[in-house]
């Protein structure tokens, strides 16, 4: 069985696999009794695309199309509803450019609120004037913000799409792109985790290891469930790059995983000049080229264990020099327009960010929770047991408590990934966290750590096998999480600081 047909027997448990050639009498032949026109437009239909009748991509497109339209529905429901009833909140004016996050008539901004509010207003500047390093200080906190996405904006607007409506085309295409890929990763997982010595997803015992086909089929249309109705997930559809980060890092995993490894150097090259995290993706790559698993050939040495490589260096792996190309052009641009190359290093330190040792945050986080919930317990707000910031100690020891929760369910998640997904996955969730967890913010450690957990697909992939081997919690898990999601976008969308 090759990993096309191993892919194609899991999503094929109605037998659709089988029926596909009842209709034909020969090779390729319509059904002698079919209306003529209707035979003509099959064979057309067949002509044009020869995977339309694959089942595995359809399964994948319906699921992922479902998952897309109902969760960003409640996305605009529940900002735009809430704005409608409780306006705009009492910090809309701080970073609220006219032309550009407002003045778009009554609807139009009732519109755009689910969408850009925050860091949304620095990818609009960008889009519009540009990095301006020339300006130095004035301009510095811009280079934080990477450029792949407000050169996507930009490039809309030059065909007459206004920003704001190109950023969230953008990120809602980029969406669409990795919902789909992340079910068809999870269905070349478990692929994969089916032939003999495969690690299983579903873990031992479970009903869907029991089962074998039935519980595996439901993972996929969870993994992409559980990341389009994450708590977070309205990021995804919000003039922010977070959704198009997650379609390029996919995308790459799933290039590598069939040892394509060109697409694999292009792909993280974009990364690069996406997010700063995006040059994380070279280790994954590089552990999938060396230790595998891999399916365009075997390895050349099956029996190594620990670090020793299981794959022999050939000429292909000269492809991953490619992926910190895209972080190269963006400091290379920065310095030959009068700027600072390192500024987008720098800028974290306009952002309150500092170094406090490799994910030692996660020990000033926990620090920041007890403290806050000591504050909410003491019922005053005189004396602070924890610096703040903005106005309020109990705002800000409720976040620091939220945060807390968040980096908790994390760790969970990333046992997870460790026990039943390729080593790769869980190196690359590790090292893409090493930002937000050793470069706290005083106030709040962990500021941001949602928002970077949702662009992190093997959690959600883990997530949703856990959920396969356990039906009941799924309806909860997924109502509970998209419940969540509207509560936070409704914050959003009044100005109300988020993550």
Not at 146 to 155: E, Q
Not at 252 to 280: H, N
Not at 300 to 306: E, I, T, V, Y
Request: charged share 10%.
């Amino acid at each position: 069985m090759t990993p096309d047909t191993a892919e194609l027997a899991i999503v094929d448990s109605a037998g659709e696999l089988s029926d596909a050639s009842a209709p034909t009498s020969g090779a390729g032949a319509p059904r002698s009794d079919a209306p003529p026109g209707r035979a003509l437009w099959r064979r057309a239909l067949v002509a044009l695309d020869l995977h339309a009748l694959d089942p595995a991509r359809a399964t994948a497109v319906r699921d992922c199309w479902r998952a897309l339209w109902r969760s960003r529905l409640l996305v605009w429901a529940a900002g735009a509803g809430t704005l409608l009833t409780y306006g705009f909140g009492p910090v809309r004016h701080a970073f609220n450019p006219p032309g550009l996050t407002r003045g778009f008539g009554w609807l139009g901004d009732l519109l755009a609120a689910p969408a850009a509010r925050w860091d949304a207003s620095w990818y609009l500047v960008i889009a519009h004037y540009g990095y301006r390093p020339d300006l130095g200080s004035f301009t510095a906190s811009r280079a934080a913000f990477f450029p792949l996405y407000p050169l996507g904006m930009r490039a809309l607007g030059w065909i007459g799409v206004p920003l704001v409506l190109g950023g969230v085309l953008l990120s809602l295409g980029a969406l669409a792109l990795a919902l789909y890929g992340i079910h068809r990763l999870t269905t070349f997982e478990l692929a994969s985790a089916a032939r003999p010595g495969g690690r299983s997803l579903l873990g031992a015992g479970s009903p869907g290891a029991a089962d074998g086909v039935g519980a595996r089929a439901d993972v996929a249309r969870l993994a992409v469930m559980v990341t389009a109705f994450a708590p977070m997930a309205f990021y995804l559809s919000a003039v922010y790059s977070e959704s198009l980060y997650l379609a390029l890092s996919v995308g790459l995993f799933y290039a590598a995983r069939q040892g394509r490894f060109a697409a694999v150097g292009v792909l993280g090259a974009l990364a690069g000049a996406t997010r700063s995290a995006g040059i994380v993706l070279l280790l994954p790559a590089l552990m999938l080229y060396l230790y595998g698993p891999r399916q365009d050939r075997p390895p050349d040495f099956p029996l190594a264990r620990g670090l020793a490589r299981r794959y022999r260096l050939r000429k292909d792996i000269l492809w991953l020099a490619l992926v910190p190309v895209g972080l190269a052009l963006y400091v290379a641009y920065l310095g030959l327009a009068g700027g600072d190359p390192l500024s987008p290093f720098h800028a974290q330190d306009v952002w309150g960010r500092h170094f406090a040792g490799p994910y030692l945050g996660i020990w000033d986080g926990i620090r920041a929770a007890l403290q806050g919930a000591r504050q909410l317990l003491s019922g005053q707000q005189g004396h602070l047991y924890y610096p703040i910031a903005g106005n309020s100690a109990f705002i800000n020891s409720e976040h620091n408590l939220l945060l807390l929760a968040f980096l908790v369910a994390a760790i969970v998640a990333i046992v997870g990934v460790l026990r039943r997904l390729p080593l790769a996955y869980g190196a690359y969730v590790i090292a893409a966290l090493a930002l937000p967890l050793s470069y706290p913010v005083t106030a709040q450690p962990l500021m941001s750590l949602p928002r970077f957990l949702v662009v992190l697909f093997p959690l959600s992939i883990w997530f949703a096998a856990w959920l396969a081997a356990h039906p009941r919690a799924q309806r909860p898990a997924v109502i509970g999480s998209g419940l969540l999601m509207a509560f936070f976008v409704a914050q959003f969308a009044t100005w109300h600081w988020v993550a």
